[in-house]
């Protein structure tokens, strides 16, 4: 039986937050910058993603990136081998990153085809020189360095900015189902990324740029940004999706939080709204943001 005739599924899905100073602390090859290290909290969190990874095998991880913005509809990654460096505008300094990734072309042609079939304007982005964007690599890296399973990354329509957040979470909604019928029809066993931060205040200059990576500066930006974090971590931590998604426009005003650019609604709209505990593996702060590391377990879980 081929792959597309047997049924799909969702195994798992990761809050899997993107400042490019995790890969900085690495140290990995593929990245130009050295550092002394730095963020270790979030980095080690990630271990544990990295082992279920490794655990579950999946065909593919799908990841949705607030900083691959497109103007037009939803995008979707659709060749077949990218390379290039990223780069983050902001951090170049800390992120110039030599990437390679296979794309799942099947996969992304079928979120293509159902987003469209689901109401959505979707477009497979075909250009073979396309410089994939900071947030899809730096949450790809840190959930498998390996870069040894094929990926498909989305982009995060300008919706929530151009119209407004209800709009933007009714599109993710959408998105999200489209996703869940194309994983479905094509018989993957697929991961999700949400690449997202939570709390999204930061400081407005390094506190000290000949040493980005001195951990003695990091710290909350504000108590009332870390308590928001707080609820919405116990929330998820509950499986208490209904109450997550009540306060969730609040949130997004107060916080400023990243999630308003749709990236945890695609994946747990995707995945079919899992009222389980998520698994939190850890918190930290990135130049004063708030990032959580959790995961969402559907192949292993115990009910
Ligand atoms: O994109 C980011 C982010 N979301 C949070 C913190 C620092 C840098 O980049
Ligand atoms: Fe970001």
Redesign the pocket.
Known sequence: MSQSQTKGEILAGFLA?????LVYGENPPQNEPRSRGGWEGLRWAYDNCRATIKRLKPDVILVHS??WQTIVGHHVLHVPQLQGVSV?P??PHLFRYHFKLDVDMELSAAIHDEAREGGLVAKKMTNPNFRVD??TI?SLHMLNPDWDIPVVGISANNSPYFYDDNVGQEQMLKLGEATARAIAKTGRRAVLAAS??LS?L?FPAEPNPGLPEDMSKEVVMSQGQYEWDVRVINLLRAGKLDEFFSILPQFMREAFA?VKAGSLTWMLAAMGMPKIPAKHYGYGT????G?AVMEWNLAEVTR
Not at 286 to 289: A, F, L
């Open positions: 937050p993107h400042p490019p100073h607030p900083h983050d902001i951090f900071y947030g730096v997202n931060t999204h930061h990243e990135v130049i004063g943001t990032n």
